[in-house]
């Protein structure tokens, strides 16, 4: 493991704050040194210095680095009452455009496409995330078994392709699914907002919040705020609220909320 020095921890964290806006606290010490110990591992460096030195200096390390310090663990239907609302309350007959913000490696994303294609939705969904690595492992579509440990048999045999042999142990999403999920890079506090017709119906940024302060908090709300059509909805994660963070929002469910 390496050692990591109040100084270091305090640049390291001073680093990822300013490049995502995640907080992290000194409870994080050992999820920053355990990730740090493996970058250090594939490129070779012994010091803490060494690394930090590198990763300045070396723009693919830097974007590297901010990879594994950001990326979480997700999986397919997690906190799936939100999927649930849309699919009975929301109008079959609109196409629905829809973005998936932090998106990890697509398991959202997913998640919300094979529920609203067996319920005969049109839509589209934007996948967004900081980390290039999470971005490709969402294009590509294939999991782990245990990621689709909660979903219904019913649609894991329709949408998901079964591994064989050294993949048997994996699932795919099927093409046909994979063509309504798009994947894009953006940083939800310094990426401008979507406008005009680029604008979303249904905006989904769960469990996300809770590694900001106030202020980067703030200032993300008001980011997707604005990149959601009037009459839009607005999901959370079940341990997040929005409230008293955007006046124009109105809650409608737990972490669920309607743009007036």
């Known amino acids: 493991m390496a050692q990591v020095s109040k100084v270091q921890y305090k640049k390291l964290s001073a680093i990822v704050y300013r490049e995502s806006g995640i907080v992290l606290n000194d409870k994080k010490y050992e999820l920053l040194t355990a990730r740090l110990a ?37 999986f397919f239907f997690r906190e799936n009452s939100h999927c649930e609302f849309i699919v009975k309350k929301l109008d079959k007959s609109k196409h629905l455009k829809i973005w998936s913000a932090a998106s990890s490696s697509g398991e959202e994303a997913y998640s919300i496409a094979v529920q609203l294609a067996a319920n005969s939705f049109s ?18 579509a294939v999991y782990p078994k245990e990621r689709v440990r909660s979903v219904p048999l019913s649609i894991l045999h329709t949408y998901f392709q079964k591994g064989k042999g050294v993949h048997k142990n994996f699932v795919k999403v099927r093409p046909e699914i994979r063509k309504h999920v798009s994947f894009g ?13 680029d604008k979303f119906d249904i905006i989904f940024c769960r469990n996300v919040m809770i590694y900001f302060d106030n202020s980067t908090r703030q200032s993300v709300v008001n980011n997707l705020y604005q990149s959601l059509k009037p009459g839009g909805y607005f999901f ?17 469910l737990p972490s669920g909320y309607k743009k007036k």
Not at 123 to 140: H, P, Q, V
Request: charge should be neutral; proline fraction near 1%; avoid cysteine.
């Open 236 to 252: 959370v994660g079940m341990s997040e609220s929005l409230q008293g963070q955007q006046q124009g929002l109105i809650s409608m």
């Open 123 to 140: 839509f589209d969904i934007y996948a967004s995330d900081l980390s290039s690595t999470m971005l490709k492992l969402g294009t590509r």
């Open 185 to 197: 890079k953006h940083n939800l506090l310094f990426d401008s907002p979507f406008t005009g017709s």
């Open 38 to 74: 493996k970058r250090m591992r594939v490129t070779k460096v012994s010091s803490v210095s060494d690394y930090i030195r590198l990763m300045k200096n070396n723009e693919e390390e830097f974007i590297n680095f901010i990879d594994a310090i950001t990326t979480n663990h997700t």
